[in-house]
């Protein structure tokens, strides 16, 4: 049977565990610990981004974390901390299930972007 975005969204979920941002905000604090923000850039742009993280669009993200893909990015270390966020969590919780079937073991869905900004995670623009 094919699956609905629903479906695709409750594995996600159900698969990737998500973090409050009092906790997000801890594990930034801990070290070694990569936030990738998924939104498309023109979001980023618009809003800013959480200081320090990294904007790769939730379509170009497995070409960033395959060490074996030419636009892999460094910053992408399977024995990293990644926490992973766009505007509402959706998005983010995708992301998180795609990097686990790639090898990644440390992987936290930290919702969405405003609620991080509004609840006192520092900001930049983009």
């Known amino acids: 049977m094919p699956k609905s975005v629903k ?3 409750e594995e996600a979920n ?3 565990p998500r973090l409050s941002p009092a906790e997000a905000r ?4 801990s070290g070694n610990t990569l936030v ?3 939104r498309d850039p023109t979001e980023v742009q618009q809003t800013g981004r ?3 993280a990294m904007n790769v669009s939730r379509g170009m993200l497995e070409f960033r974390a395959d060490p074996d893909s030419q636009y892999h990015n460094p910053a992408f270390q399977k ?7 766009c505007a509402s969590g959706g998005r983010s919780a995708l992301a998180g299930k795609t990097l ?3 090898g990644y073991t440390a992987v936290f869905n930290i919702g969405g972007f405003k609620d991080l900004a509004e609840s ?4 930049e623009p983009a």
């Not at 801890?26 to 604090?29: D, F």
């Not at 024995?79 to 966020?85: A, E």
């Not at 006192?120 to 900001?123: C, E, H, S, V, Y």
């Open 36 to 38: 990738v923000d998924v």
């Open 79 to 85: 024995d990293r901390t990644i926490l992973l966020h």
């Open 100 to 102: 686990q079937d790639m």
């Open 14 to 16: 159900s698969a990737v």
């Open 50 to 52: 959480l200081k320090g």
């Open 120 to 123: 006192g995670i520092d900001t």
């Open 7 to 9: 479906d695709f969204l």
């Open 26 to 29: 801890e594990k930034m604090q």
